[in-house]
Structure formats: C-alpha cells, structure tokens
C-alpha cells in the first residue's frame, strides 16, 4: 500500500512538471524535475524526530526501486533532493491514483464544446479557458471537480432563461433535482457571471436574474394612481408609499403619473426619506430584474411625455446601475443629485475610493458622466445616497 510520504513526494514532482513549458512541449531542452526533501519534509532533518527520518527514506528508497525517481543518499542516508523519471510517467500517475492534467484538460475541452454556445457568457467564458489551457494555465472556476464545473456551466445557462422570480432553491430543484445543488454553487456562478456578462454589480446578479430568496416587493408613492385588475389606487392621497408584491407586477393595467417626473430609488431609506409632491418615487427592490423593468416600460409607454430620473450612490456602482438600467428599459434616465454639486455640499460624508473603485471609474471617463467621474478621481471622493439631503 502507498504511503502518505510517497504520495506527498511524488504530487510535488508532478505538479512541477505539470506546470512546466515541457509539460505543453514548448521547452526545447530536457527539463529536470526534483525537489528538495527538506522543504516537502522539513521534520526531516530534525534529528529528534527519528520516525519521520525512518519514514520518508523508507518512501524514497520504495520509489527509487520502482524507477519513479532518482535519489542518492549521502554516507549518513540523508537525502537531499529527488528527481522526477518522466520516462515513467505513465506508471507514476497509476501508481498514486492521479489524473494525468492533459487528461482532464481533454476532460474539461469536451464540456465547454457542449456549453459554449448556449449564450453569449459562456461563449466568453470558454474562450478564455481555451486559451488559458493552451497557455498551461489554471482554468477558472474549476478545482479539478468536473462534475461541479459542469453544474456552474449548467447554472449559467438555465438562469438566464429565467422570466419569473423564482427563489433560489426551487431553481436549484427544478435544474439539479436537489435544492442543495445551487447553494453550493453559487458564489462560483456569479463570480464568472460578473466578469464574463455585463452586470453593475456583482451581489445584485441574483436578482437581477430573477433568483430571490425570499418575496420582493416593489414601493410607489407620490403624485399617481396604479389600477389592478379594475381597481384604482389613488396613489396622492395615501400619506406614505404602497408595496406591490412581484407577483402582482404582472397585474398592473395602469399606471397614471399626475405629476411631472418619475424618480427610480436604489436605496429603501433614501426612499422613504425622500419627499417631492411633483415627483412618483419607485423603489425597485436593490434591483432591476425583468419584471420591474417591465413596469419601468409600461410607466414610460403611458406617461411618456414626462422626465425620468434615477437617485443611486455618488460611486462606479451607482453609475453603472443607472447605465444598466437605461440599457434594460430602453428609457433615458436623468441622473438625480449624482453631480459635483452634491459632492461638494455633502463633503463631509464623502469616503474615499478604493482600487476597484478607481478601476471602475477609470472606465467611465469618457461616459456623458465624465465631470463627476473626473472630480472623484481627483478629490478621491464617493458618497452614498442615504448621506444626501432629498427631503
């Protein structure tokens, strides 16, 4: 039977060769692979430790007998460093139960040959992998699992098929017949949704997909009136918002706004604080999934002769909310004390930007936000919303 000691000896020479320029073929002399038994070991040499001593020479000793590597001891039995056979690599991945990394290179090909077409992410996202193997290096989202890669590819697929809230362990069900799978799942899901698709923030991806939780709800209040199923409700003469569950979005036949604008709100206090007689005030739920930008849609197919405004945080993210939900509803949303005006008056709130943030700003600098992008980056300055003033 195989000891822990010939196993640790020999996954260190493989890794090493299987990271090397001769393991893809592009290293035009013979390439030594060995490692030093005091760094795998380092009990090793520790003369109070005679088990370990006795146990590792024993590991060598059985791996040089069976040709896997090369090692020669000094005259006290000390090894120093061993050596890789790769003439006897065949025989060495078999004898410690290990799957050659061409194999499962060649394993993960097959998937993304089966996944790379069914939407525009994975497409991108094999791609990538492609080339990355074919450059020797790691494969995203993936740790030598293939079953679990194929569950994220699976994953991306089917939620982008999503057109209804649906909560997260009934699509795990419905998709993996267990409502465990996803859970597992998911952070690597929206991980390589993030940087593979075009979403402005990556905790709100879920829901932007249509996966929740728990119920949602979206908040209306101000000047007008929303008609469900024949019923009227006079949204003005309520003294604060109404919540309309997501379930009741679909019923909504009508939604008359009696003043002059409509105001979208990322943030629920900044809702709640906000007051405007002349404005209807939305909050969308942290997100805009299909089935609120539906509403956003219909509001603007029946009120299309007023404004259209939307109130985030001064940061890349709020900015690139507001982005994504103009190119989502097809309507030209007006930004709402997202200016260096605000900034300025609420200076003493202000925090400063983060490396992401400023990589994510530096992107935007040529946006029609460009002024307020460029005062942040030179005053290295955001403010979230609820610090502003809206009463």
Do not use: W
């Amino acid at each position: 039977m195989i000891s822990k000691y010939e196993k640790e000896i020999i996954n260190k020479l493989l890794d090493k060769y299987e990271k090397s320029k001769s393991f893809v073929g592009e290293n035009k002399v013979n390439q030594r692979f060995n490692v030093k038994i005091s760094s795998v070991f380092p009990r090793y040499t520790d003369h109070s430790n005679y088990e370990i001593f006795q146990a590792v020479n024993e590991a060598v000793d059985t791996l040089v007998r069976a040709s896997f590597i090369i090692a020669k001891a000094n005259s006290a039995h000390v090894y120093s460093n061993v050596i890789l056979n790769v003439a006897k690599l065949e025989d060495i991945y078999k004898y410690i139960g290990r799957k050659p990394k061409k194999d499962i290179n060649s394993s993960v090909l097959n998937l993304m040959e089966i996944y790379k077409n069914k939407n525009q992410i994975l497409n991108k996202y094999c791609e990538t992998q492609y080339e990355r193997i074919h450059s020797n290096k790691t494969i995203q989202f993936f740790n030598n699992d293939l079953e679990e890669l194929e569950n994220i590819l699976i994953a991306v697929d089917e939620l982008l098929k999503v057109d209804t809230e649906t909560f997260s362990r009934d699509f795990s069900v419905k998709v993996f017949k267990d409502s465990k799978v996803f859970e597992r799942i998911a952070g690597k899901v929206v991980n390589l949704i993030y940087e593979f698709g075009v979403f402005p923030e990556k905790d709100r991806i879920l829901g932007d997909l249509n996966i929740v939780k728990n119920p949602t709800y979206v908040n209306f209040k101000g000047p007008g009136s929303i008609t469900i199923n024949d019923q009227k409700i006079d949204l003005t003469s309520l003294s604060s918002d109404i919540a309309i569950s997501s379930k009741m979005l679909s019923d909504i036949e009508c939604i008359e706004v009696t003043g002059k604008a409509v105001i979208t709100i990322e943030n629920l206090t900044s809702f709640h604080t906000f007051s405007d007689k002349d404005m209807l005030a939305i909050y969308l739920g942290g997100y805009h999934n299909r089935v609120r930008r539906e509403i956003i849609k219909k509001i603007h197919q029946q009120n299309s002769q007023i404004a259209f405004y939307h109130f985030g945080d001064i940061d890349a993210g709020g900015f690139y909310i507001l982005e994504h939900l103009k190119r989502q509803t097809g309507v030209d949303f007006i930004p709402f004390k997202m200016d260096i005006e605000t900034l300025e008056a609420h200076k003493k709130y202000t925090k400063r930007l983060t490396e992401n943030d400023k990589k994510r700003l530096t992107k935007l600098v040529d946006s029609q936000y460009h002024k307020v992008i460029n005062y942040m980056l030179e005053n290295n300055c955001k403010l979230e919303q609820e610090a502003v003033n809206v009463e």
